[in-house]
DNA sequence: CCAAAAGTGTTGCGGCTACACCCATGC
DNA sequence: GCATGGGTGTAGCCGCAACACTTTTGG
């Protein structure tokens, strides 16, 4: 029973634009695409919905499929449909982005799966409007980093301060007061300090911190407050 | 030339959350759908993407079809891609949220589409997945108005404090002391004053003011302070 | 012993909240 | 003249930004 038959269909693809921290850059992972159209070029991580799938599930399949990704933060962001945006065919694009500690994955992404980590400042001309969606998964991270502490899905289950305060700096393009970071972080009540230390960064070296899992998930749709100035998230 | 050709296609849809503000109440405009599935229940503006357009056209030409509503603030929210959410075919759902003020077309609208602005407390059972969408809209409603000058849109070009402070409190649901309010909305800068008053509301009259149309734009994308604690937002 | 990064406290200011009374007018 | 809603000011507190020195240790 199809009542709806003078409607027309569209491919729907999504694309994940997935972001990793190796402790001072961050970065995207980008592909090169092995079939036409745009053979060869770099595009973000994507593919077609299929008949069985719901986007949210079509999202983890391609991730994984393409990157050996499972379990990480994903969060549909946009659909991006002008008519025009596949030369080939109209396709409505779901976006995703992604968020990973990046060490979890180095080698295998790249080994397996010909993915590549490519640092935020450095990326190269994209497909279709790949473009346009990094600009935009730029934005979103920020406005809800800026809010919510989604920036710890990008480290690894033990990390420092100054890692953390790297990965904010970076995110935000700006610089923090490490005091008044260090204050502000701790006082979300999120983080537990451990006994040890991490010794490759300095000769001191500097605590290992862990969330406490508990109040992160129960404080995620809460707000923080970790960066100064929200019109940071301005450019 | 067709590349894609073992790919599935999908119908879809936009759905419009139209949100207007008659002065007291927050309302969303609904409709009782003309045709199958689900005839005569009620549904928010919906109707598919056609081939020639893109998914903010489809939306706008939806809304100005089912509703004659033209040029109304229009965001996109969320897609809904759940394989069983129309039982008829699988169709994937573009959401998106308008503002409206309620005034310039309460007459036209009942007279002419049937569709009604029902008070946002009094929603009826919708069809779909509908119930799921407006959840989501009053939520993002909310989170971005904390943070963005939006609920102008609700309003008419010329506003008193009041019906700006009433509409806030809708909104959010919730109380504000009208001395801090007044001071936190004027401090924008956003606000002019006019030299007559509305009458309608009370016997000494309420000043009009409209909107410095320079700083609303400059400033749309900036944060503004109007709401005293954004953990007003979780509920 | 020196270089390099980690860690830590205080002060002052600005902005926010809490709070109550007078004003204008239609009836 | 009174009831109704509109308009305005202040004081105290809290939170935030600004700011510099000491500690540790590998080399």
């Not at 499929?65 to 962001?77: F, H, I, S």
Request: proline fraction near 4%.
């Amino acid at each position: 029973m199809t009542k709806y038959s003078k409607q027309s269909r569209f491919l729907i693809a999504v694309d994940c634009i997935v972001f990793g921290f190796d402790g001072e850059t961050l970065k995207l992972l980008l592909i090169k695409r092995s079939f036409n159209p745009e053979k060869d070029k770099w595009s973000l991580m994507g593919g077609f919905v299929q008949a069985s799938e719901s986007l949210d599930q079509a999202a983890n399949r391609i991730l994984k499929q393409l990157t050996g990704l499972e379990g990480v933060y994903l969060e549909q962001m946009y659909s991006f449909g002008e008519t025009n945006r596949d030369p080939i065919e109209r396709t409505i694009s779901v976006s995703y982005f992604a968020l990973v500690d990046i060490h979890k994955y180095e080698k295998q992404i790249s080994t397996d799966f010909h993915a590549e980590w490519v640092p935020l400042k450095r990326i190269p001309k994209l497909i279709f409007d790949h473009q346009e969606m990094v600009e935009l998964a730029k934005k979103s991270i920020r406005y809800k980093a800026a809010l919510h502490p989604i920036l710890f899905e990008l480290l690894p289950s033990r990390f420092t301060l100054p890692q953390l305060q790297t990965l904010y700096e970076s995110v935000f393009n700006t610089s923090i007061d490490k005091r008044n970071f260090s204050k502000r972080v701790l006082a979300t009540g999120l983080l537990i300090k451990l006994t040890d230390k991490d010794k490759a960064g300095s000769k001191r070296g500097a605590y290992y911190y862990q969330l406490n899992m508990q109040k992160y998930y129960a404080n995620f749709q809460a707000f923080i407050n970790i960066i100064p100035n929200p019109d940071s998230l301005q450019n």
